[in-house]
């Protein structure tokens, strides 16, 4: 482990660098005062990167995930310090698992059909140049992960940072050219500008440079790339709901709501943000959640606590963005209250707002039902057709198939915290990029390439 005192040191010195920075004369790595001028470098880089290996390629990637590894810490602090959401020691462990968990060349299988006219080979080739639009809530984790499957799929890609994370987005632009540079592949190979806004944006869109668009944020850029013209990946908003039945182990299932919903704050998508539990239960699930980092908001507090997180407008609630990410204690002393929880927990109805409304704050409501109709209605009520992920600790397998039926998210994770849906302490590859309206899925490298078939009509066989 790296001295304190060491790593804050760094993260002042990134965070004054980067301010003079934002002048063209001092500039990060594949960091650009204008977009123009980010285009035409990746297109350069592009045209040079198609000659290079997969081989070459790989040995990039494992640079780019070092790296990573190795600087997980500083931005961790630097994108909290940027942003004021989420917590450091979480934000390492999304590094980590980004460097070590995202798929490379691996990922590209080629296929090959054979019969008595010949020989067929479909193999997966790169768009180009991909424009990506990344988010203020996993700024840097996003940027690493998204350029190394699009690396891998033979790309170059150009970034459009939220304007919020600007600085700790740039720094992993910067992250993952010094690893490419370092194993010898091209410069520019990943791009970004000083100031993102929506005209760098737009012009990145319309670029015919630009072969693909790829979004991670809510449903405004969603839709803005599905109407380019251009392939578009799109990873949408989710309300996760988490269902608890009576069959389940409630000491663990309360352990692991607590780990997955005060994750980062509850920033990631795929996080619990409101459970439905059988009445029978759910006291005893209360009580093991206290046990486990969470404090119970009663009475009048739960509605002072609407007026603190939400932002009411002709009767419809909104987040109120200044307090997304924050932690839990910084909420109860707005309230008066004195503690520092992981987690804010609150029995409310299933119309709550706090049910109804994609938080990402470390606020969990907690709906009593009588049975797992009423659980499974309510919960897909609350996930409003997003299909990105939902929950579920139970031993019943009818019940674990019902709820998987009715609700159609592309997450689906049973008896275990939300985060395993994504590789950390469950089976599979990671990603940031959650591609449920576009059908992609768990996005890879090979969610960024497009399939090319070559045809032999000649018999040629050795069987």
């Known amino acids: 482990m790296v001295d304190e005192k060491y ?3 760094i993260v002042e010195n990134v965070i004054k660098n980067m301010d003079v920075a934002v002048e063209p004369d001092k500039k990060l790595k594949g960091v650009f005062p204008t977009m123009t001028e980010a285009l035409e470098a990746v297109q350069k880089a592009y045209i040079q990167y198609k000659s290079y290996t997969v081989e070459q390629r790989e040995k990039m990637i494992a640079a780019i995930r070092r790296l990573t590894l190795e600087e997980a810490e500083v931005m961790a602090k630097l994108g909290v310090e940027e942003t004021g959401m989420g917590r450091v020691s979480d934000k390492i ?9 995202t798929p490379g060349t691996e990922d590209l299988q080629p296929i090959v059909k054979t019969g008595d006219t010949g020989l067929t080979l479909i193999e997966m080739a790169p768009f180009g140049v991909i424009g990506s639009i990344t988010p203020s809530t996993n700024p840097s984790e996003t940027v690493i992960c998204n350029s190394i499957g699009m690396i891998a799929g033979g790309n170059a890609v150009v970034f459009n940072p939220h304007p919020n994370a600007k600085k700790i987005a740039n720094y992993a632009v910067d992250l993952v050219n010094r690893g490419i540079l370092e194993a010898g592949g091209p410069e520019n190979l990943v791009v970004s500008v000083y100031n993102p806004t929506m005209d760098t944006s ?3 869109v319309k670029s015919p440079i630009v072969r693909m668009l790829v979004a991670t944020g809510g449903p405004g850029v969603v839709k803005m790339l599905l109407s380019s013209g251009k392939k578009a990946i799109g990873a949408g908003a989710g309300n996760p709901p988490v269902i608890v039945d009576d069959t389940a182990d409630i000491e663990k299932a309360a352990s692991d709501i607590i780990k997955g919903a005060s994750f980062d704050n509850n920033l990631p998508c795929i996080a619990e943000k409101e459970c439905f539990v059988f009445d029978t239960v759910a006291d005893s699930l209360i009580r093991n959640m206290q046990k486990n980092g969470a404090y119970l908001l009663k009475g009048a507090d739960i509605d002072k606590l609407v007026k603190v997180a939400l932002i009411e407008k002709d009767g419809k609630f909104g987040i109120n963005k200044k307090w997304v990410g924050k932690d839990a204690r910084l909420f109860l002393k707005e309230l008066g209250i004195d503690a520092d929880p992981r987690l804010i927990i609150c029995e409310t109805d299933a119309k709550h707002p706090f049910v109804q409304v994609e938080m990402m704050m470390p606020i969990l ?3 009593r039902v009588k049975d797992i109709e009423e659980a499974i209605t309510e919960a897909c009520k609350a996930e409003h057709g997003n299909r990105h992920s939902a929950h579920i600790h139970s031993k019943n397998v009818d019940r674990l198939t019902a709820f998987a039926r009715a609700v159609e998210t592309t997450i689906f994770v049973k008896n275990a915290p939300s985060y395993a849906g994504i590789g950390a302490g469950g ?4 990603t940031f990029t959650i591609a449920g309206p576009t059908g992609e899925g768990i996005t890879s490298a090979k969610s960024f390439t ?5 045809v032999m009509v000649d018999g040629f066989h050795i069987v």
């Open 93 to 101: 462990i999304k590094h980590q698992l980004v460097a070590n968990k």
């Open 450 to 454: 497009r399939q090319r078939r070559c």
């Open 365 to 367: 409501p907690i709906v």
């Open 202 to 204: 737009n012009e990145m």
């Open 427 to 430: 089976e599979g590859h990671t």
């Open 7 to 9: 790593i804050s040191r």
